[in-house]
């Protein structure tokens, strides 16, 4: 009869240590999914503004409108500066195309490859759909915040491992950490400035450290508003480079 008993002692904690982990894993993806809807929520219009600083003190300034319908289909055309006016870069489902106008055609492009020329990745810009490419887990929870990490699903993810801070109290990103297949830190962001357009508050600056190289780069909304009219031509490989 003592045996029975220890047993089902025995059987009740492996339930019940279960079902805790799988309710913080549950936690987890709830928390970043309110994260990714303020980050990138349907149907708006934007301009964003990249300044990367590179190590012999030179300076590059971009700013790029951005026509995003929702996770799976986002448009970007360089505004300035003037020599790359006309480029276009876009997001359909899990492919990203860049359409270049001196050589009038598209090619693809890696989601871990630099946007344009900094130290964003165009999977850092462009696809801000992490439930979809990564399995979060609660790494750790303090008083004011969540410590959550996000582990690859396949090898196509731009990178192997991120962690990232969130505020309890605004659900806004504070920090991120991003990892290589050996655990190697690459690169940390920053996220401040938080602001409301519309309906979505959100962290309106974002400094990207590259770990390895020293270097550094800047994003900046300077404008965002919700758009529904965008045309789905706009979402088509085939129109990179025509009037839509």
């Known amino acids: 009869?003592?045996?029975?008993?220890?047993?089902?002692?025995?059987g009740i904690a492996i339930l019940t240590s279960s079902f805790l982990a799988v309710a913080v894993a549950d936690t987890a993806s709830e928390v970043i999914g309110r994260v990714e809807k303020n980050l990138s929520p349907p149907n708006f219009k934007a301009i964003y503004q990249f300044t990367n600083y590179r190590l012999d003190g030179t300076v590059g300034t971009y700013e790029i409108r951005f026509l995003v319908k929702d996770v799976n289909h986002s448009h970007g055309y360089f505004l300035k500066p003037e020599r790359e006016k006309g480029r276009e870069v876009l997001r359909l489902k899990d492919t990203i195309w860049t359409f270049m106008p001196s050589v009038a055609r598209a090619v693809r492009v890696?989601?871990?490859?630099?946007?344009?020329?900094?130290?964003?990745?165009n999977a850092d810009v462009m696809r801000i759909d992490w439930l979809a490419q990564y399995n979060p887990s609660m790494a750790k929870e303090t008083k004011n915040q969540f410590i959550i990490d996000l582990v690859a699903k396949n090898t196509?993810?731009?990178?192997?491992?991120?962690?990232?801070?969130?505020?309890?109290?605004?659900?806004?990103?504070?920090?991120?950490?991003?990892?290589?297949?050996?655990?190697?830190?690459l690169k940390v962001?920053?996220?401040?400035s938080i602001k409301t357009f519309g309906a979505v508050t959100r962290p309106a600056k974002l400094v990207m450290e590259n770990v390895i190289t020293k270097l550094k780069s800047e994003m900046q909304i300077l404008d965002l508003q919700f758009e529904s009219k965008i045309p789905d031509g706009r979402y088509v490989v085939d129109n990179l480079g025509k009037e839509i």
């Open 1 to 10: 009869m003592k045996k029975f008993i220890l047993a089902t002692i025995a």
């Open 110 to 121: 890696a989601d871990r490859e630099s946007f344009a020329g900094g130290d964003f990745s």
């Open 156 to 185: 196509e993810a731009a990178y192997a491992k991120m962690r990232l801070w969130i505020d309890k109290t605004n659900t806004q990103p504070v920090q991120q950490y991003f990892y290589d297949s050996k655990g190697t830190l």
């Open 189 to 192: 962001c920053k996220y401040g």
